[in-house]
C-alpha cells in the first residue's frame, strides 16, 4: 500500500512561517506531479504549489507566489513546502497529493494519492 503522511502544522502569528512534510512510504508508484492543496471551510480544494518529482520544475498558485517554496529530497522520499510570511487567508486544512503521467496540476480530481490532510491556523 502507498501512503502520504504529513507534518509541520499547527498555529502560528500572521508574518511567522511553518514547513511542511509530506513522506511516502509504501510500495513504488508513478509520482509525475506531487503537489500541495488546501481547503478552507465552506471553499473548494484548491492547488497551492506542485513540483516535478523528477525534473524539479514547480509551480505556485498566485496567491502564494513569493511566499511559499515547494521542494523534493529524494533518498527521504520526501516533498515540503516552506511557508514565510503567513497570512491569516492562508488558514486551512493543508492536504499531500501525488499524481501519474495523466494528471492535471491544478485538477484535484486527477490526482492518485492522498495525505490525511494537517491543520493550519493563522492568527491575526
Known amino acids: 500500500q502507498v501512503q502520504l503522511v504529513e507534518s509541520g502544522g499547527g498555529l502560528v502569528q500572521a508574518g511567522g512561517s511553518l514547513r511542511l512534510s509530506c513522506a511516502a512510504s509504501?510500495?513504488?508508484?508513478?509520482?509525475?506531479?506531487m503537489g500541495w492543496f488546501r481547503q478552507a471551510p465552506g471553499k473548494e480544494r484548491e492547488v497551492v504549489a506542485a513540483i516535478d518529482w523528477s525534473g524539479g520544475s514547480t509551480y505556485y498558485a498566485d496567491s502564494v507566489k513569493g511566499r511559499f517554496t515547494i521542494s523534493r529530497e529524494y533518498p527521504k522520499n520526501t516533498v515540503y513546502l516552506q511557508m514565510n510570511s503567513l497570512e491569516p487567508e492562508d488558514t486551512a486544512v493543508y492536504y499531500c497529493?501525488?499524481?501519474?503521467?495523466?494528471?492535471?496540476?491544478?485538477?484535484?480530481?486527477?490526482?492518485?494519492?492522498w495525505g490525511q490532510g494537517i491543520q493550519v491556523n493563522v492568527s491575526s
Open positions: 497529493a501525488a499524481g501519474g503521467p495523466r494528471t492535471v496540476l491544478a485538477n484535484h480530481h486527477s490526482y492518485d494519492y
Open positions: 509504501g510500495r513504488s508508484f508513478s509520482r509525475n506531479i
